[in-house]
């Protein structure tokens, strides 16, 4: 009798697992991730990204010189939006660095905007000067054949707005 007795308790206990298991396994199950802004065991500051410069605004609003980037070298995740981020205003881009010819120089507004680009010397002569007014984007091919080897400074101001970038001619 008590032998028939546990029979019975294990028999209710196997169709007891087997009814949980049948909801877990063919019920729907509305589980969303959620992923992080940035993952960092993507980041990888070597990788190189060879899209041309499209802004993007990631999810911790800062500004990317494309998506290729901010997902590979930043570890972004999400990108808010196509553009420069409101928070920025302007972003400054150029290639190559080092130079030894052209250099090729972008700016891309989130909004309108003026604009001045100035490349100084290490003595604080100025190189090169252009003004553009009331513009959503700015490109320009710089010819810095003429200038000497070494250390220059980019400098673009737009209203109060000043970014300053290191510029490495051969």
Do not use: W
Request: hydrophobic residues 40%.
């Amino acid at each position: 009798m008590i032998l028939i007795n546990k029979y019975r308790r294990l028999k209710d206990l196997k169709a007891f697992i087997t009814v949980i298991g049948i909801i877990l396994f063919h019920s729907q199950v509305d589980a969303q991730i959620i992923q992080p802004c940035i993952d960092s065991m993507r980041i990888n500051k070597y990788f190189q990204c060879y899209a041309p410069f499209m802004p993007v605004c990631g999810c911790n609003n800062v500004t990317y010189r494309n998506d290729c980037e901010s997902y590979n070298v930043y570890g972004v995740n999400i990108i808010n939006s196509v553009g420069v981020c409101k928070n920025d205003m302007f972003y400054l881009d150029f290639y190559p660095n080092p130079c030894t010819e052209n250099l090729n120089i972008s700016v891309e507004f989130y909004e309108q905007g003026n604009l001045s680009v100035q490349i100084f010397d290490t003595y604080g002569k100025l190189m090169f000067y252009s003004h553009r007014g009331m513009t959503k984007r700015y490109d320009d091919l710089i010819s810095v054949g003429g200038f000497k080897a070494g250390l220059y400074v980019i400098i673009v101001i737009s209203g109060d707005v000043m970014k300053a970038k290191k510029l490495m001619v051969k």
